[in-house]
Each structure stands twice: as structure tokens, then as C-alpha cells.
């Protein structure tokens, strides 16, 4: 990456005790944004892209294999895996949001992201992020009912309700994303436009603001928290419920398959919620630039990229029906 900021990019804006009314109208925000990456120095430039397109690659095709699998396989059309397929989609689309720009920079030797870039990684980042969020709920439910209510399995989780369940995600998730995006195209930017993380994100941004950021802050406190804490909820709860549904099987068999379908979630949901904590909700003094930009990779990329894996690994199921769509691939080639 190129070292150097822009800073024509920039124009000060007028101090907030010499603005007047007509003066506040004659103020410009930055054109652009430079995104420091992981690394400034140059001789780690092509690790870095043969480590993020390593990554992109397997986590890109990890999640369209998935989907094929599902899709081609009638015995997965069920809606636990009508569920994971819309999740391997969301973690297929939020890992091209950040980090095919990044490859680019790389590749082109420069730092900088457009204004309206900046906006539109923000909406995507924040709606998949949302949309990650609703799904591993709906998935949580999903074995929830499954375990403690077998007999109503089938009315519970209808294609009805799974469909008005990803309906509602979708739609929340969308709205909270333009919510934050247009809270943000308010503000206005002008002593730094340096980003210290490799796509722009909310925090980094409202910090480089000098504009008003209050009302940003109120909403990502209220409404982001309580979006993050209520599905969150209702993972525990499921959960707690299912366990104690667990331990009243008498047959230690029974208890290992019950819990085993239930393993992958669970594996998934620790990834998710672990690493989006390491970012928001850590201490402020634990934080550091090398900290966030880790910790932001591992839920960006590393888990988008693992959860097919993890699924794989321990869905005999999935196995299945990737080894079928492989046999079927080679039959073709055969022809």
C-alpha cells in the first residue's frame, strides 16, 4: 500500500464557536477515506494479499458449495438446513463486502476508499452482520423445537413461519443498516480522514466525525444494542431450555445424538458472539489499533470463512450430500 495520506482530500471545517448560521451551510466533508490495512510496511504488502485471497477463495467457495449441497439434496429441504443455507449466502456476501476492496488497494498500491464506498461498506456490513445475527436465532429456535417439542415440529416450523422468519430478519436487518448509514451521511469529517482497520466501520468514523455525534451514539446504544441483545437472548434461552431437555433423556446415547445435532450451532454461535465482544464490547482501555483490527478479522473474514467447515466437519448430512454433488460433478465430466 501506498504510505502516503491524502490530505487535499480534507477541508477544515470552521471551529463550532466561530460558526454561524449562514456560515455552518458553507462547509465541505472529505471526498475520501484512507484505510490503513493491516500493515504499513511494504515488504509484508504481498503476505498480506496472498493471506486475504487465500482466505476470500476458500470462505467464498466453503459457502456456495454449501448452498449447492442443500439446494441439489430433496432430504435437506428441511428448516434447519433452509436456515444454514441462507446463512453460508449472508457469510458469502459479507465477506465481499470488505475484503475484494482491500485485494484492489493492495494490488493498486493506495489506501483510499470513496465517501459513498465508505457508506455502502457501512449498510452492508452492519445488515449481513444483523442478518448473521437473526439466522443463528432462527437456527437456535430451530433445535429448540426440534428437541423439546418433536410432536409439533412440523406446525412450529412450517414453511410459513421459516419463510415469515427470514422475511422479518431481512427487513429489521435492512432497516437498522439505512438507519445507521444515513446517520452517518449527516455528519461531517475534516481534521483526519485515517481509518485504522482495512474497511470502514462505525466507531472509527463517529471518532474521526466533528460534527455532533450524540444521536449516532444514542442509536447504536439503543437501538444496535438491543438488535445484538434480544436474538442473543433467545440463543440462551433456547439453549438452556434444550439442555434441560437433554438431561432428562435416561440413555447416555440419546443425550450424545441430541447434543450432536446441536454442536455446529453452537460451535458457530461462540465464533460469532466471541469475536463481535473482542471489537464493541471490551473495555475501552483494552482497546488498541493492532487489537481491533485482529479482532475485526476474525469475525469479518475468519468466521464467515470457518462456518461451512464447521458444519462440514460435523453434519454427517452435509457430508453427504457434498459427496453426492462431487460424484455428480465427476459423472458430468465423465460425459
Known amino acids: 500500500m501506498g504510505t502516503s495520506v491524502s490530505h487535499s482530500s480534507v477541508t477544515v471545517c470552521l471551529s463550532q464557536q466561530d460558526k454561524s448560521p449562514m456560515e455552518s451551510r458553507n462547509h465541505t466533508s472529505t471526498s475520501e477515506f484512507i484505510l490503513l490495512g493491516l500493515s504499513s510496511q511494504p515488504e509484508r504488502q504481498e503476505l498480506v494479499f496472498g493471506l486475504f485471497l487465500v482466505m476470500y477463495l476458500v470462505g467464498t467457495a466453503g459457502n456456495l458449495l454449501m448452498i449447492l449441497a442443500i439446494g441439489s439434496n430433496v432430504r435437506l429441504h428441511t428448516p434447519m438446513y433452509f436456515f444454514l443455507s441462507n446463512l453460508s449466502l449472508v457469510d458469502f456476501c459479507f465477506i465481499s463486502a470488505t475484503v475484494p476492496k482491500m485485494l484492489v488497494n493492495i494490488q493498486m498500491q493506495t489506501q ?191 468466521t464467515p470463512m470457518l462456518n461451512p467447515f464447521i458444519y462440514c466437519l460435523r453434519n454427517k448430512d452435509i457430508k453427504g450430500a457434498l459427496r453426492k454433488l462431487f460424484s455428480l460433478k465427476a459423472l458430468f465430466c465423465e460425459l
Open 112 to 302: 483510499s476508499i470513496s465517501y459513498r464506498g465508505c457508506l455502502a461498506q457501512i449498510y452492508f456490513c452492519i445488515l449481513l452482520a444483523n442478518m448473521d445475527n437473526f439466522l443463528l436465532t432462527a437456527m437456535a429456535y430451530d433445535r429448540h423445537v426440534a428437541i423439546c417439542h418433536p410432536l409439533h415440529y412440523s406446525s412450529k416450523m412450517s414453511l410459513h413461519v421459516c419463510a415469515l422468519m427470514l422475511g422479518s430478519s431481512w427487513l429489521i436487518a435492512s432497516l437498522h443498516s439505512l438507519l445507521h448509514t444515513l446517520l452517518m451521511a449527516r455528519l461531517d469529517f475534516c481534521d483526519s480522514n485515517v481509518i485504522p482497520y482495512f474497511f470502514c466501520d462505525l466507531l472509527p468514523l463517529l471518532q474521526l466525525s466533528c460534527s455532533n455525534t450524540q444521536l449516532n451514539q444514542l442509536m447504536i446504544l439503543l437501538v444496535g444494542g438491543m438488535i445484538v441483545l434480544m436474538p442473543f437472548l433467545g440463543i440462551i434461552v433456547s439453549y438452556t431450555r434444550i439442555v434441560s431437555a437433554v438431561l432428562r433423556i435416561p440413555s447416555a446415547r440419546g443425550k450424545q445424538k441430541a447434543f450432536s445435532t446441536c454442536g455446529s450451532h453452537l460451535t458457530v454461535v461462540i465464533f460469532f458472539y466471541g469475536t463481535i465482544t473482542g471489537v464493541y464490547l471490551s473495555p475501552s482501555s483494552s482497546h488498541s489499533a493492532d487489537k481491533d483490527s485482529l479482532a475485526s478479522v476474525m469475525y469479518m473474514v475468519v
